[in-house]
């Protein structure tokens, strides 16, 4: 088989496995994708998953390779607060939590970072649009911060917490305080609603 039948066949796909290569073509042969990638015309961006690196000019792309590389996961965490505008940072590795072993991958498109949570845990994200019909994943602002809170239990102090940074505009407009609480009730983690009762004092919201 030639690259331009194979390319015509799955690009459409944006990411493909090599399961859904070889339900298309039975007979095919592994090393055509490893002669691929050192050509520069696929991007490996873990075991078993490929990507061909036209979408690298998407940044949305990078967002939607997080959701389909590990499952199931949502963008969550820095990422996610980075890109709602509620800390300041630029995030440079795509944060997402996980039902599935902690883990971190690294290609092409970026760092791809993996936090386990309980499965009783895995709520509080929507569906957002991207191009071609397609939708990512994505915690909600509240959710987000839940799952930095709950996961990184170092937060434990005032001054921790104000270390964050959080966008005072943000969280006094558009955040849901009360969605926030509603999410913390249902964890029921004591120290998760400790917690985040002393983010609320510190950044008063």
Not at 41 to 66: C, H, M, N, V, W
Not at 89 to 98: H, N
């Amino acid at each position: 088989m030639n690259f331009i039948e194979f390319r015509n066949r799955f690009l459409s796909l944006a990411c493909f496995t090599t399961n859904q290569v070889y339900a298309s073509y039975p007979e095919f042969n592994r090393n055509n994708l490893v002669h691929w990638v050192r050509k520069g015309y696929l991007i490996r961006l873990r075991q078993g998953f490929y990507a061909f690196p036209e979408y690298k000019e998407s940044t949305d792309f990078t967002l939607y390779f997080a959701n389909i590389i590990y499952k199931p996961s949502y963008i969550s965490l820095q990422t996610a607060l980075s890109f709602y505008g509620i800390i300041p940072e630029t995030v440079p590795q795509i944060t997402s939590v996980t039902t599935l072993k902690t883990m971190r991958f690294s290609n092409d498109f970026g760092e791809y970072s993996y936090k386990n949570i309980k499965p009783d845990m895995m709520f509080g994200y929507d569906l957002r649009e991207m191009g071609d019909d397609r939708r990512i994943m994505f915690a909600t602002p509240e959710k987000a911060l839940i799952d930095l809170l709950y996961l990184y239990p170092f937060y434990n102090t005032e001054r921790d917490l104000e270390e964050l940074r959080l966008d005072e505009s943000y969280m006094e407009i558009d955040f849901n305080a009360g969605k926030l609480m509603e999410y913390s009730d249902r964890i029921a983690s004591k120290a998760l609603k400790n917690r985040i009762m002393m983010l609320r004092k510190v950044h008063n919201f």
